[in-house]
C-alpha cells in the first residue's frame, strides 16, 4: 500500500497515462458531438497528454516540485482544441497544489483534485455541466470526502475513478445534446481514461486494454439515440481559432491577459485564455479571427497559429452523413411506452407517437423519415385514420416512403416482422402486405357516449370491443368482453392469442385474464404485455 506518492510513482503515472489516452483516443473521439461532431476529443486530450509527458521524462530530477512544473508547463504547450485546454487547467491546477507539498498523501492529492476543478472552471467563460467539468468536480468532491477514511492511494484513487464513472453516466441528463446522440461526454470519458492510467502505474498493471459501456442509458420510450445533422448549420462562429501569445512585452500584466480574455468573448464564444507572463494559451470561436490576433498583439508576439473552418468542417460532415445511407429505414406510429419499446426492440429506427384521438401530421411522419439515413423508409401507421397523412408525408420527406397500411398494432408488428434486409424493395413491400391479413385484432375500451349502433344500445361509461372501429360486444366487465372479442376474433387455423394491456390495467389483472383465456382455448398460446397505450384497456391479437 502507499501512502505517500514520491516522484518515481508521480512520474509513471503521467507517462502511462499518456500511453493509454493515445491507445483509446478513437474511442474517446467517436463520442465527441458537442458543439461540432468533428471527433477530435481524444486526440486533443491525446497530444495534451504526451506533451505533458515529455516535459516530465525530460526532467532531470525526481523532485515533486519539479515534475509538476513540467507537467504543467508541457500540457499547456500541448493543449488542443476545448477538451485538452481544459485537461491542461486541470492539470495545472492538480500540478500547482501538489507542487508545494512536502510529501503527496491521499489528502494532499484530494486537495490538488479539488484545484485542479477551480482552476478549470475559472478557465471556462460559459462552463456546462455535463462535460468533463462535471467529471472532474464529482471526482474531487468524493476524493475530498474519501481522503477522510481511506489510506493507500491505489485504493483510493480506485474509488475517485469509480464515482468519476458514476457522474460520467449522468452527463446526457444535463446536456441534452448527448442524451440526443446517445452517448455520455467524450471529455469525460478521456478524463476517466487517463486516471486509469494513474492507477494502473501505482498498481504496476501494464495492461491497457479498457471495456467501455457509453451509451446514454434510459432514454424516453421512442426516442432513438440519433445525432440531428440537419442542425449543423446552425454555427454562429465560423472559425475556430488557436494561437499562442509568447515573448510578451514587459508593460503586459496579469490584468491585460483578464483583458484580451474579456475582448474575446465580445467577437466569439468557446473563449478559453489561459497562462501567466510567461505563456499565453487562447481558443476561440469567432467569424473574426484576424481581430482576435490583432488583440493578443497588444500583448506580444503570436505563435502557432491554427484556423479551422468549421462550417466547412460542417458541410463535408453532412456530405459524409449523406453518402451513407443504408437501403431501408422504419418508422412506427403507436401511443404508449410499452408499445414504443416492442417496436424499438424489433429495430424499428423510428417511432411516433400517434393513434386514436392524437393522429400526428404528415410533417411528423415526415421528419421521422429524414431522420432516418436510409434510401427507402417504411412507415407502418397502426392506424386507418393515420394512413393518409402517411402517404401525404410523402411528398414532404426527402427520403422514399413506403407506406404499408397498417389498421392497427398487431398488423404492425406482424409487417414489421417480415421484413427481411436481404431482400429487395418489391419484395419486402409484398412480404410485409401478405402479413397484415395474417392476423386479426380487435381493442377493449369504455363508451363515451350513448349511441345505437348495428342492433346495439350503447351507454355511456358501458366496456365495449371493437374490430376494425365496429362494436361487436359490450358490457359492465373489462375481462368479459375482452374474452367476447377473442371469441369474435377466433379463427380456424388461429394458435396464438397475445394481450397487450393498457395504462389502465396492471400486470396481474392481464395475467388473470390470459389464464382464462388459456383455460378456455388449451391448445393456444396466450402471452400479455405491457402496451401502456391510453384509452384501450387492451390490445387483442389473434394468429
Same mark, same amino acid.
Given at each position: 500500500m502507499i501512502k505517500i506518492l514520491n516522484g518515481a510513482n508521480f512520474r509513471s503515472m503521467i507517462i502511462n497515462a499518456a500511453n493509454i489516452i493515445e491507445i483509446h483516443k478513437q474511442h474517446v473521439d467517436s463520442l465527441n458531438v458537442f458543439p461540432v461532431p468533428d471527433g477530435d476529443t481524444g486526440t486533443n486530450m491525446s497530444l495534451t497528454m504526451i506533451s505533458a509527458a515529455k516535459e516530465v521524462?525530460?526532467?532531470?530530477?525526481?523532485?515533486?516540485?519539479? #515534475?509538476?512544473?513540467? #507537467?504543467?508547463?508541457?500540457? #499547456?504547450?500541448?493543449?488542443?482544441?476545448n477538451s485538452g485546454v481544459i485537461l491542461s487547467q486541470i492539470l495545472k491546477g492538480f500540478a500547482t497544489?501538489?507542487?508545494?507539498?512536502k510529501e503527496v498523501s491521499v489528502k494532499k492529492f484530494a486537495k490538488a483534485l479539488m484545484a485542479g476543478t477551480e482552476v478549470a472552471y475559472k478557465a471556462v467563460t460559459d462552463p456546462k455541466e455535463g462535460t468533463i467539468l462535471t467529471v472532474i468536480r464529482e471526482m474531487a468532491e468524493f476524493a475530498v470526502a474519501d481522503a477522510k477514511k481511506t489510506q493507500g492511494i491505489e485504493d483510493f484513487l480506485e474509488k475517485v475513478i469509480e464515482a468519476g464513472e458514476v457522474s460520467l453516466k449522468k452527463t446526457p441528463d444535463l446536456l441534452p445534446v448527448l442524451k440526443k446522440a446517445g452517448v455520455i461526454d467524450a471529455g469525460g470519458r478521456g478524463l476517466l481514461v487517463i486516471f486509469k492510467g494513474f492507477y494502473n502505474a501505482l498498481v504496476g498493471l501494464e495492461e491497457t486494454e479498457m471495456a467501455f459501456n457509453?451509451?446514454?442509458?434510459?432514454?424516453?420510450?421512442?426516442?432513438?439515440?440519433?445525432?440531428?445533422?440537419?442542425? #449543423?448549420?446552425?454555427?454562429?462562429?465560423?472559425?475556430?481559432?488557436?494561437?499562442?501569445?509568447?515573448?510578451?512585452?514587459?508593460?503586459?500584466?496579469?490584468?491585460?491577459?483578464?483583458?484580451?480574455?474579456?475582448?474575446?468573448?465580445?467577437?466569439?464564444?468557446?473563449?478559453?485564455?489561459?497562462?501567466?507572463?510567461?505563456?499565453?494559451?487562447?481558443?476561440?470561436?469567432?467569424?473574426?479571427?484576424?481581430?482576435?490576433?490583432?488583440?493578443?498583439?497588444?500583448?506580444?508576439?503570436?505563435?502557432?497559429i491554427k484556423i479551422d473552418n468549421m462550417l466547412e468542417q460542417n458541410r463535408a460532415l453532412i456530405g459524409s452523413q449523406k453518402e451513407k445511407l443504408e437501403p431501408f429505414g422504419m418508422v412506427a406510429v403507436c401511443a404508449g411506452e410499452g408499445l414504443s419499446a416492442i417496436f424499438k426492440d424489433l429495430i424499428v429506427d423510428q417511432v411516433v407517437e400517434g393513434g386514436q384521438t392524437m393522429n400526428p401530421s404528415a410533417e411528423d411522419i415526415a421528419k421521422a423519415a429524414d431522420k432516418i439515413k436510409a434510401e427507402n423508409v417504411f412507415v407502418f401507421p397502426n392506424n386507418k385514420n393515420i394512413i393518409l397523412a402517411a402517404e401525404q408525408a410523402k411528398v414532404l420527406s426527402k427520403r422514399n416512403i413506403v407506406v404499408i397500411p397498417t389498421r392497427n398494432v398487431p398488423e404492425g408488428i406482424n409487417a414489421v416482422l417480415a421484413y427481411n434486409p436481404e431482400n429487395s424493395l418489391q419484395d419486402n413491400i409484398l412480404d410485409m402486405n401478405s402479413a397484415i391479413h395474417e392476423v386479426k385484432a380487435g381493442a377493449v375500451t369504455t363508451a363515451v357516449r350513448s349511441a345505437n349502433i348495428d342492433d346495439l344500445k350503447i351507454n355511456e361509461g358501458d366496456i365495449i370491443?371493437?374490430?376494425?372501429?365496429?362494436?361487436?360486444?359490450?358490457?359492465?366487465?373489462?375481462?368479459e368482453v375482452a374474452e367476447e372479442l377473442v371469441e369474435n376474433l377466433m379463427h380456424d387455423n388461429a394458435s396464438n392469442i397475445t394481450l397487450y394491456y393498457g395504462s389502465n390495467v396492471d400486470e396481474e389483472q392481464a395475467q388473470i385474464l390470459a389464464d382464462e383465456l388459456q383455460s378456455n382455448h388449451p391448445t393456444m398460446d396466450v402471452g400479455i404485455h405491457f402496451g401502456g397505450q391510453p384509452l384501450y384497456y387492451y390490445i387483442v391479437s389473434i394468429e
Open positions: 521524462s525530460a526532467c532531470d530530477t525526481n523532485h515533486i516540485s519539479d #515534475l509538476c512544473t513540467a #507537467l504543467s508547463k508541457g500540457a #499547456l504547450r500541448g493543449a488542443r482544441g497544489e501538489l507542487g508545494s507539498a457509453d451509451s446514454a442509458e434510459e432514454l424516453p420510450f421512442g426516442e432513438i439515440p440519433h445525432f440531428d445533422y440537419a442542425d #449543423l448549420a446552425e454555427i454562429e462562429f465560423a472559425y475556430c481559432t488557436e494561437f499562442f501569445v509568447v515573448n510578451l512585452k514587459k508593460k503586459t500584466t496579469e490584468s491585460d491577459i483578464d483583458k484580451l480574455r474579456e475582448a474575446l468573448t465580445s467577437i466569439g464564444d468557446s473563449v478559453l485564455v489561459i497562462g501567466d507572463l510567461s505563456m499565453v494559451k487562447v481558443h476561440v470561436h469567432t467569424n473574426e479571427p484576424g481581430v482576435a490576433l490583432t488583440y493578443a498583439l497588444e500583448l506580444g508576439e503570436v505563435d502557432k370491443a371493437t374490430v376494425n372501429s365496429s362494436i361487436v360486444s359490450k358490457g359492465k366487465s373489462v375481462s
